[in-house]
């Protein structure tokens, strides 16, 4: 689990920006025998799905080979809705599952999917520093997807989106980025949702 404590206002500015729209999103994921399942916040660009969920609503998105993808949204906050979801804990709570669940023999836990992302730097306002970055993120085998540069007095602020890659890929990028001395904060990241579901 990832919570949005480190998502700060200027980012939901540059997002906007940048075409995207802010989401918390739980995702599960099979790969091969293996299982990702996650919560964290994530950019999404207007083409998503999830992109256009606002208020009290939820959604779900599923995609299939058979189905391709299917969403589904309704209420999700507020009396009636939550007491509904307890409702249902509860009944689900009394009910023996029909089947098995996946134990951890059966299916292996995975840590390292492929995800796109939106980095955010505070860096030295100073000549070659985009090209220190950039040579990290090249390094790391990290391909840029845009980028927006704003002076803001003696030092500058870099925020980009990256192409999909293994998220320790980038994991790896965004360390070596945090140890260059041109940086003046710790880098930020968040996960971005291509336009295209899956």
């Known amino acids: 689990y990832e919570g949005i404590e480190q998502i700060q206002a200027d980012d939901l500015e540059y997002a906007r920006e940048l075409g995207l729209h802010l989401k918390l999103i739980g995702t599960a994921e099979r790969i091969g025998k293996g299982l990702s399942v996650r919560v964290h916040p994530a950019f999404l660009y207007p083409g998503h799905p999830l992109a256009t969920v606002t208020g009290p609503f939820n959604a779900v998105t599923v995609e299939s080979e058979a189905i391709t993808e299917v969403t589904m949204s309704g209420p999700g906050a507020g009396g009636p809705q939550t007491a509904s979801a307890v409702l249902g804990d509860v009944i689900s709570a009394m009910i023996p599952p029909a089947s098995t669940p996946p134990t951890s023999e059966m299916l292996a836990i995975v840590e ?87």
């Not at 000549?127 to 990290?136: C, W």
């Not at 540069?149 to 890659?165: I, S």
């Not at 880098?187 to 291509?194: G, N, T």
């Open 112 to 198: 390292d999917v492929v995800s796109a992302f939106y980095l955010h730097l505070e860096v030295a306002d100073e000549p070659g520093v985009l090209a220190q970055v950039a040579r990290v993120l090249a390094d790391r085998g990290v391909s840029v997807k845009s980028v927006v540069q704003k002076g803001l007095g003696d030092q500058a602020r870099l925020v980009m989106v990256v192409h999909p890659v293994l998220e320790s890929q980038f994991t790896a990028a965004r360390e070596d980025i945090a140890a260059l001395a041109v940086l003046r904060a710790p880098p930020r990241a968040i996960r971005v949702l291509e336009e295209e579901f899956g």
